[in-house]
């Protein structure tokens, strides 16, 4: 009988134990985010704001876009992470195509960052605006020269122009948005013209830029924020943005955004920390880190950026970017873009 009550009271003590390790691990105060962000320029000063607020640990694992992807796909169900942290809305939307995100239906981040910028099915919402325009070499082009990315076919610019190639996301995405906006066709039509003008092809926005400070060519399509990063430095640097298709549809954008995994063990605080990082507190920081344009209107951009003035930006949902990837490509190659 001893022995009996024993043996009960050391189960009842075991399933207590138990089940406030379960109860713990349930309310584990962490979350778990696979960031294709670099530390450097990434989100860290805002992650860290989150944790001095809520208490909740972030706990992060780099790697670049398709590493993370690959590895979110490989662990399946048994992932650790909760939030997915990548650049490009291609990128975004590939993940959510893969399953690997799964809906978050938030007022508070739906408040906080306009449609366009958002998935329209709520599984990846865009953090940072990141313009994509033309750079010029300030001392052998005006801008009265410049006008849409359309004009940089013009013949004028035959060997002037730096791109990077056609198959790198940025440019890809660049050319999806524009099939929406403008159709088949018409994109083709300015490929065609850009490549007609015999673009120096270079692999990095950074080179771009250093290409054209040092004459190589005078103009080339870049995201605004490497030449932010090398005027933080060198303010004398000759290279300034300009601001395409300020008279039409205004210049294109693209984010860096984050979604929910679809089999996050911390989904409450992995929807606790978009939404913060939605917030104009976390995206002044957000956006600061690496010089791009808060997602949320509220929040003001970076005095470096502030010196290039506002600019209308283009509208279109940037869920295009995933939608006409394949389109992109295959257009490109038609163009004879490489
Ligand atoms: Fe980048």
Redesign the pocket.
């Known amino acids: 009988m001893r022995v009996a009550r024993t043996t009960i009271q050391a189960v009842v003590i075991g399933l207590g134990c138990w089940l406030g390790l379960a109860g713990a691990w349930a309310e584990a105060a962490e979350v778990v985010v696979y960031s294709a962000r670099s530390s450097q320029y990434g989100p860290e000063a805002a992650f860290d704001a989150f944790t001095k607020k809520t208490g909740i640990q972030v706990k992060t694992f780099g790697g670049n876009s398709s590493e993370l992807f690959e590895r979110l796909k490989a662990e399946g169900d048994k992932t650790p992470a909760d939030v997915l942290v990548t ?1 490009d809305a291609g990128n975004l939307w590939n993940a959510a195509r893969a399953g690997l995100l799964s809906r978050v239906d938030s007022p508070e981040i739906q408040a906080n960052i306009p449609a366009n910028l958002r998935d329209p099915d709520n599984r990846w919402v865009g953090l940072t605006v ?1 313009a994509r325009t033309i750079m010029y070499n300030t001392k052998k082009v005006k801008p009265e020269e410049l006008s849409t990315y359309e004009a940089l076919g013009d013949p004028k610019w035959k060997g002037r122009l730096c791109l990077r190639t056609s198959s790198y996301i ?1 440019n890809q995405s660049f050319i999806a948005t524009m099939i929406k906006r403008n159709g088949e066709p018409k994109t083709e039509a300015v490929v065609k013209a850009w490549a007609a003008n015999e673009p120096i092809l270079i692999n990095g ?1 950074t080179k771009i830029l250093e290409a054209i400070a040092a004459g190589q060519c005078d103009v080339g399509l870049t ?1 605004t ?2 030449l932010a990063r090398i005027l933080a430095k060198d303010p004398s640097f000759p290279v300034a943005p300009f601001s395409a298709k300020q008279q039409t549809t205004g210049t294109q954008v693209n984010v860096s955004g984050a979604g929910v995994t679809a089999h996050a063990k911390n989904r409450a605080n992995a929807i606790k920390l978009i939404e913060f990082l939605s917030s104009p507190e976390a995206q002044q920081m957000f956006a600061d880190g ?1 010089f791009e344009y808060p997602a949320n209107p509220q929040a003001s951009a970076n005095p470096i950026l502030v010196t290039w003035g506002k600019f209308k930006q283009d509208d279109i949902n940037i869920a295009a970017a995933g939608e006409l990837q394949a389109a992109a490509t295959r257009l490109a190659d038609r163009a004879g873009y490489k």
Do not use: K, L, P, S
């Open positions: 650049v990141r940025y926005d995201n924020y490497y690496n």
